[in-house]
């Protein structure tokens, strides 16, 4: 563990909440950041309150090291942006060949004002739950984009934050096997449990893997993903 502080952009969906868990297992203070940018899903924003409420009791670590956490109001990503995450719409493939859940600049703009709040706030390290493995093709997910994103806002704050990924390179399957390596089955049972991934922000359907519609790409890498790490533990 290290005395350098985290800010972790936590959306209160599984991937951020592993992440959560995985910047407590290395950090002595952590903090985090979540944006309020008029997403359909808006539910998100209620489950990661109580997905960090219940945190210590399912991750000891969380009782000391858990620190503040920060909600910014990014209306305007919403206003001007034109998806399935920002509208009543069906998700369907864009003209782009990209899902038309697509938020342009969502990341680029949600690492740089946690940069900005991590300044102020004396923290060094910003993790996100960022994956080109097991996603849905956004651009602003790849390992190359995160990259380049860190020099420019190290060279635009003259600071040396790092952007650390630890799901850039799992899987949904191996995203759930950290969970049960950070914190056992009281973590992976949190996750199912309080936290939410769903596009459509249904909380009314609970599957094994979770709640959720069951249809939208958010729920079916979820749901593959849980159920071959289930598979795997049985097999």
Known sequence: MTDTGALVLFSGGQDSAVCLAWALERFSRVETIGFDYGQRHRVELDVRLTFRERLAGAYPAAADRLGQDHLLDLALLGAISDTALTG??????????????????????????????????????????VCETDYSGYPDCRDDTIK????????????????????????KAATWDLAQALGGQPLVNLILEDSHSCYIGDRTHRHDWGYGCGTCPACELRASGYRRWRAGRTG
């Open 148 to 171: 380049a994103l860190q020099v420019a806002i190290n060279l635009g704050t003259e600071s040396r934050f790092v952007i650390d990924t630890p799901l850039m390179w799992r899987d």
């Open 88 to 129: 009543d719409r069906a998700i369907e493939m864009s003209a782009s060949g990209l899902p038309n859940t697509f938020v342009p600049g969502r990341n680029l703009l949600f690492l740089t004002f946690a940069a900005a709040v991590a300044y102020r706030r004396g923290l060094k390290h910003l993790v996100t739950g």
